[in-house]
Every structure is written in structure tokens, then in C-alpha cells.
């Protein structure tokens, strides 16, 4: 069960709740006049949640050059195989180099 607290409880014992969130897999949420402003999670569990979002970025990236790569193909219908092939392979080199450089997805070896 998550455990919520508010903005002055967590400033009055946030060594208290640093030391249950290292403990516990459940998040602390900490509200400002009874809204939601912030979660509190161990490290462990802040890793766990960046690896799921590196996953889902790689997926989409993934996704985004196969589409790429279909809309090169449908468009290089009347292009010889080598040559076809060698345009979609640079787009494709384009499109996975833009995405690393704005740092939506991380390849590995980089």
C-alpha cells in the first residue's frame, strides 16, 4: 500500500521517510494542499522505472525506423536491388543517428 504524506511532513521527517522508501518497494507521494507534487522511491525502484522508459524508447524507435524503412521501400519500387537498398540503409543511418543525437534513444556501444 502506498504511503502518502504532506509537503511539511515530509520536510519535518524526510530522513524518517528516506530510510522507509530505501526499505520498501512502494513509493512515498508526497501533496501539496491535497494534490499530488512528488513520489519518493528507493533507488532501486527509480532504476527499475528508467530501464522500463529505455525500453519503451527503444521500442518506439524501433517502430519509427520500420515505418521509415517500408515508406523508403514502397517509395524505391522502381530502384535496382543494391541501389534500393543502399538508399534505405542511409535514411535509416539518418533517421538513428537524429534520434541519438536528440537523446530520445541510446544504442548500445554508444
Known sequence: MRKTVSATEAKVHLGAMLE????????VV???RGRPRAV?????EYQ???QARQ????QEALQRLEALADRVAARGAGLEG???EAV????VREAAEGLARSGR??????
Do not use: Q
Open 20 to 27: 522507509w522508501a530505501a526499505n520498501h518497494p512502494e513509493a
Open 30 to 32: 508526497i501533496e501539496s
Open 40 to 44: 519518493l522511491l528507493s533507488f532501486e
Open 48 to 50: 527499475k522505472l528508467e
Open 55 to 58: 525500453a519503451v524508447r527503444k
Open 82 to 84: 543494391h541501389d534500393a
Open 88 to 91: 534505405a540503409d542511409r535514411l
Open 105 to 110: 534513444v541510446r544504442f548500445r556501444g554508444r
